[in-house]
Protein backbone atom coordinates (compact mmCIF):
# COMPACT_ATOMS: atom_id res chain seq x y z
CA UNK A 1 0.00 0.00 0.00
CA UNK A 2 1.46 3.24 -0.86
CA UNK A 3 0.84 6.18 1.61
CA UNK A 4 1.00 9.69 0.30
CA UNK A 5 0.58 12.31 2.88
CA UNK A 6 0.40 15.58 1.33
CA UNK A 7 2.75 18.37 3.09
CA UNK A 8 2.09 22.20 3.13
CA UNK A 9 3.78 22.69 -0.47
CA UNK A 10 4.24 26.63 -0.18
CA UNK A 11 6.96 27.57 2.17
CA UNK A 12 4.64 30.81 2.80
CA UNK A 13 2.01 30.67 5.49
CA UNK A 14 -0.61 32.30 5.82
CA UNK A 15 -1.16 35.36 7.90
CA UNK A 16 -2.66 34.68 10.43
CA UNK A 17 -0.04 31.28 11.32
CA UNK A 18 3.02 33.41 10.11
CA UNK A 19 1.96 35.98 13.31
CA UNK A 20 1.47 32.87 15.57
CA UNK A 21 4.71 31.45 14.14
CA UNK A 22 6.34 34.97 14.96
CA UNK A 23 5.20 35.84 18.36
CA UNK A 24 6.21 32.31 19.42
CA UNK A 25 9.81 31.89 17.64
CA UNK A 26 10.52 35.32 17.58
CA UNK A 27 11.92 35.31 13.98
CA UNK A 28 10.01 35.49 10.81
CA UNK A 29 8.01 32.65 9.80
CA UNK A 30 9.75 31.92 6.48
CA UNK A 31 12.17 30.69 8.30
CA UNK A 32 11.22 28.23 10.75
CA UNK A 33 8.18 27.05 8.44
CA UNK A 34 10.25 25.12 5.74
CA UNK A 35 12.16 23.40 9.49
CA UNK A 36 8.86 22.23 10.14
CA UNK A 37 8.35 20.92 6.74
CA UNK A 38 11.20 19.12 6.86
CA UNK A 39 10.47 17.79 10.23
CA UNK A 40 7.16 16.63 9.32
CA UNK A 41 8.47 14.64 5.82
CA UNK A 42 11.48 13.09 7.81
CA UNK A 43 8.82 11.56 10.43
CA UNK A 44 6.30 10.84 7.06
CA UNK A 45 9.56 8.96 5.52
CA UNK A 46 10.31 6.86 8.68
CA UNK A 47 10.42 3.33 8.52
CA UNK A 48 7.59 2.99 10.48
CA UNK A 49 5.24 5.73 10.10
CA UNK A 50 3.10 3.78 7.06
CA UNK A 51 2.54 0.84 9.22
CA UNK A 52 1.07 2.41 12.16
CA UNK A 53 -0.91 4.43 9.67
CA UNK A 54 -2.19 1.76 8.54
CA UNK A 55 -2.76 -0.20 11.76
CA UNK A 56 -4.65 2.73 13.40
CA UNK A 57 -6.75 3.36 10.03
CA UNK A 58 -7.89 -0.56 10.75
CA UNK A 59 -9.70 0.73 14.00
CA UNK A 60 -11.07 3.99 11.98
CA UNK A 61 -13.83 2.28 10.83
CA UNK A 62 -16.32 1.95 13.39
CA UNK A 63 -17.75 -1.76 12.69
CA UNK A 64 -13.56 -2.82 13.00
CA UNK A 65 -13.61 -1.05 16.63
CA UNK A 66 -17.04 -2.74 17.32
CA UNK A 67 -15.69 -5.95 16.80
CA UNK A 68 -12.73 -5.53 18.68
CA UNK A 69 -14.69 -4.39 21.58
CA UNK A 70 -16.99 -7.11 21.30
CA UNK A 71 -13.62 -9.58 21.18
CA UNK A 72 -12.13 -7.44 24.18
CA UNK A 73 -15.48 -8.95 25.97
CA UNK A 74 -15.28 -12.48 24.56
CA UNK A 75 -12.37 -14.58 24.60
CA UNK A 76 -13.26 -15.92 20.87
CA UNK A 77 -16.02 -15.03 18.80
CA UNK A 78 -17.27 -16.76 15.49
CA UNK A 79 -17.23 -14.66 12.57
CA UNK A 80 -21.69 -15.58 12.16
CA UNK A 81 -21.51 -14.24 15.77
CA UNK A 82 -20.03 -10.73 15.03
CA UNK A 83 -22.40 -11.07 11.95
CA UNK A 84 -25.27 -11.06 14.71
CA UNK A 85 -23.68 -8.71 16.90
CA UNK A 86 -23.48 -6.03 14.24
CA UNK A 87 -26.18 -6.29 11.55
CA UNK A 88 -23.26 -6.52 8.83
CA UNK A 89 -23.31 -9.49 6.04
CA UNK A 90 -20.79 -12.50 6.22
CA UNK A 91 -18.87 -10.77 3.31
CA UNK A 92 -18.43 -7.36 4.88
CA UNK A 93 -17.97 -9.14 8.24
CA UNK A 94 -14.79 -10.93 6.89
CA UNK A 95 -13.39 -7.98 5.20
CA UNK A 96 -13.30 -5.92 8.25
CA UNK A 97 -12.09 -9.31 10.23
CA UNK A 98 -9.36 -9.24 7.48
CA UNK A 99 -8.44 -5.56 8.04
CA UNK A 100 -7.72 -6.00 11.75
CA UNK A 101 -5.75 -9.44 11.00
CA UNK A 102 -3.69 -7.62 8.83
CA UNK A 103 -3.18 -5.05 11.21
CA UNK A 104 -2.21 -7.24 13.80
CA UNK A 105 -5.04 -6.39 16.09
CA UNK A 106 -6.96 -9.76 15.98
CA UNK A 107 -5.56 -13.74 15.48
CA UNK A 108 -8.01 -15.88 13.53
CA UNK A 109 -7.89 -19.67 13.16
CA UNK A 110 -10.38 -22.21 10.88
CA UNK A 111 -12.34 -24.96 13.02
CA UNK A 112 -13.83 -26.74 9.89
CA UNK A 113 -16.06 -24.26 8.02
CA UNK A 114 -15.86 -21.67 11.20
CA UNK A 115 -13.89 -19.02 11.76
CA UNK A 116 -12.98 -17.79 14.77
CA UNK A 117 -11.38 -14.79 16.21
CA UNK A 118 -9.70 -13.95 19.09
CA UNK A 119 -7.68 -10.64 20.23
CA UNK A 120 -4.05 -10.69 19.63
CA UNK A 121 -1.68 -10.60 22.87
CA UNK A 122 -0.21 -7.92 22.21
CA UNK A 123 -1.76 -5.33 19.55
CA UNK A 124 0.27 -2.27 20.85
CA UNK A 125 0.97 0.42 18.33
CA UNK A 126 3.64 2.86 18.76
CA UNK A 127 4.25 6.24 17.50
CA UNK A 128 6.93 6.62 14.54
Known amino acids: MLISVDMMSAV ?6 ATRLERLTGEAA ?6 YQDLAKEVVASGR ?4 LRRLR ?3 DEH ?29 VSHHMTVLVDAG ?8 KWM ?9 VRVP
Do not use: N
Not at 12 to 17: E, N, Q, S
Open 49 to 52: FPEV
Open 64 to 92: RLLAVALLKRRKELCACEIQAATGLSHAT
Open 30 to 35: SCCVPE
Open 12 to 17: RPDAAL
Open 116 to 124: YYRLAERPE
Open 105 to 112: FVRSRRHG
Open 58 to 60: ALA
